[in-house]
């Protein structure tokens, strides 16, 4: 099997399926899934002893600060503009579970997030079809962008019925990916643990419950899908491989339409600050880090390559985060008020 990368190299596969990482350095698939995955660090912050790794996570941390610690520094950044959420979902305000239909936020989880919408323009873009997200945070006020940022809504006063389809850039490719879909999990049935998950403009193959030796397999299950429709392209993040359109659009194109949207793309009163933890929720950090303009955020556990400004460790520490900007909101409008 050949492969062109982003350099037109012809690249030969071997059964290990060689991939290009987003450094431009080639490594086989199992890597790659490995290192979007890492094993998880026990201690409670990320300044504690945790293995000989200690240096490596010191260095990191330097370069990507605890956004919580930083707090009072991004709100001082921030004195005097607009501040817009943008927030991943899974892994970001929910847990990664094993069962992915039962991803819900927490209800302290979702009262953080009423609040925050309530108090700041908000968005949630994700992997996830747009309706199992709602479905999962059960809130109106937001703007929710799903399939990567391929099917944007508008925020509801009440319920769903009357909400605004904003952007559905991949509309032509819903025929294909509801004929996609049947054939995916037929070709990913002899992989034991692994699931598909159909999220409207984009086919989700989880293998989270699947045994490394049956990663490549699997991954040469859902890459033979391409021959016959190769105007779809194939993903990673953690624990699963994507299926989605080949379009020049992800989570920082869809960033960028929800800030010309809002009528401000171009002002330099704002600063979107996006908060995501995975190799998808990159293209949002690059966009704010290109722009000069806007602060990301990742949760991470452990050291990886990032274009985000600063991090916390996991959605407990995205729940304290929120609230404190909730609460240094109501302080900032206390004091307005009082002159």
């Keep these: 099997m050949k492969l062109t990368t982003k350099k037109g190299r012809r690249i030969i596969l071997s059964k290990n399926l060689l991939v290009e990482d987003a450094a431009g350095k080639m490594e086989t698939l199992v890597d790659s899934l490995r290192n979007l995955s890492p094993a998880r660090v026990r201690s409670s912050s990320f300044d504690e002893p945790v293995s000989e790794n200690d240096g490596q996570i010191s260095s990191w941390i330097a370069l990507h600060p ?24 899974d892994g970001t305000l ?36 747009t ?21 944007i809504k508008g925020p509801t006063n009440i319920d769903q019925s009357d909400q605004e389809v904003m952007l559905q850039p991949a509309n032509d490719y819903l025929p294909m990916i ?19 998950e159909h999220n409207k403009f984009c086919l989700t193959v989880h293998f989270r419950r699947v045994d490394e030796k049956g990663w490549t397999p699997l991954a040469e299950q859902v890459k033979s899908v391409l021959n016959d429709y190769p105007k779809l392209r194939m993903t990673e993040g953690r624990k699963v491989l994507e299926l989605r359109p080949s379009i020049k659009w992800d989570k920082g194109k869809a960033l960028e339409f929800l800030l010309n949207s809002f009528g401000i793309e171009e002002s330099k009163d704002v600063l979107p600050v996006y908060i995501g933890d995975d190799r998808t929720d990159e293209d949002a950090f690059k966009v704010l880090r290109e722009r000069g303009q806007g602060l990301g955020i990742v949760v991470s556990e452990t050291p990886k390559e990032t274009n985000a400004s600063y991090s916390l460790r996991d959605p407990s520490q995205v729940k304290e ?9 109501k302080q900032t409008l206390g004091e307005e008020s009082d002159e």
């Design 94 to 129: 929910s847990q990664i579970i094993e069962d992915h239909d039962n991803a819900y936020v927490t209800d302290e989880m979702r009262e953080v997030l009423k609040e925050v919408a309530l108090n700041f323009k908000t968005a949630i873009i994700s992997g996830r079809d």
């Design 178 to 196: 509801d004929e996609v879909v049947n054939i995916l999990k037929e070709k990913t049935r002899s992989v034991p643990g692994a699931t598909v």
């Design 131 to 151: 309706d199992k997200v709602q479905s999962f945070v059960k809130l109106t006020g937001i703007y929710y962008a799903g399939s990567h940022g391929l099917d």
């Design 66 to 89: 605890s956004a919580l610690d930083m707090f009072d520094k991004i709100m001082s950044d921030a004195e005097g503009k607009q501040i817009i959420m943008f927030l991943d979902y």
């Design 321 to 329: 985060f929120l609230k404190r900007l909730v609460k240094w909101k």
